[in-house]
């Protein structure tokens, strides 16, 4: 009995003096509990940039640009947040503009999560041209196609053969160039074969958008107007 009354009280005293020594460096610390370390894991959202080339046209400067676009591609699939700088670019052309929506499209055809954002042009000829193309516009909205509200160039797309599409082309160049829908007879019927085209050798992977766009535009040489017309699947 003795040894537990002897137990009790020695636990009771050493509880006592870590109380005292407990308020002692309370005092000394004003008050404040010094809280414990704690790990804090910190999350770093990486940050791209990538820089489009001068001649920003897949025709005449096609490494450069599938290159551009390649590494563009990846940063988005891995990197979330990419800024894009255009500010550069001095000559540029709709196979550039075409394919790099192309590629956005797929990537929100995969839902993946993405911030794209970018910087200009300096130079005012090539920043009127994205205007008139309704490449802003698609960027800065949330309309699901290009669309060119200036009455010179046509923007179209879709993935089935459409003869309607195909016309709307064709009336289109008979009404700038003063032709007959026999002059544009050829133009019909090689958009049709190049619609159907792109319907039989669509990717199977459903990671694609199997799609076609078609482009027109009434240009001039200096001397007389033509209408250029480019097909992209």
């Known amino acids: 009995m003795k040894n537990k009354i002897w137990h009790i009280r020695n636990y009771n005293r050493k509880k006592f003096e870590h109380e005292i ?3 002692r460096i309370r005092k000394q610390n004003h008050g404040n509990i010094v809280p414990k370390e704690k790990k804090i894991e910190e999350k770093t959202k990486y940050f791209d940039i990538k820089y489009t080339p001068i001649c920003f046209d897949l025709l005449q400067n096609t490494e450069e640009c599938i290159s551009f676009f390649n590494e563009l591609n990846d940063s988005l699939i891995h990197s ?4 894009v700088n255009m500010r ?3 000559q540029i052309d709709i196979s550039a503009i075409i394919f790099y929506i192309s ?9 993946l999560t993405y911030s794209l954002s970018g910087l200009l042009p ?4 090539v920043l009127t041209y994205l205007r008139k193309t309704g490449f802003l516009k698609y960027f800065k909205s949330n309309v699901k196609s290009i669309n060119s509200s200036d009455e010179n160039i046509m923007i179209k797309e879709g993935n089935i053969v459409l003869g309607a599409i195909a016309g709307q082309v064709c009336s289109f160049i008979q009404e700038k160039l003063n032709k007959s829908q026999q002059d544009t007879k050829l133009l019909y019927k090689m958009i ?3 619609m159907d085209n792109t319907k039989s050798h669509a990717y199977k992977n459903s990671q694609y958008v199997n799609n ?17 017309v480019c097909f992209f699947d």
């Open 192 to 194: 049709i074969e190049l």
């Open 122 to 125: 300096t130079d005012e000829n």
């Open 103 to 111: 590629m956005l499209k797929n990537l929100r055809h995969r839902k």
């Open 88 to 90: 550069a670019i001095l």
């Open 212 to 228: 076609w766009y078609l482009y027109a535009e009434i240009q001039n040489n200096g001397n007389n107007n033509f209408v250029r």
């Open 80 to 83: 979330t947040v990419v800024k």
């Open 21 to 23: 020594k407990r308020r």
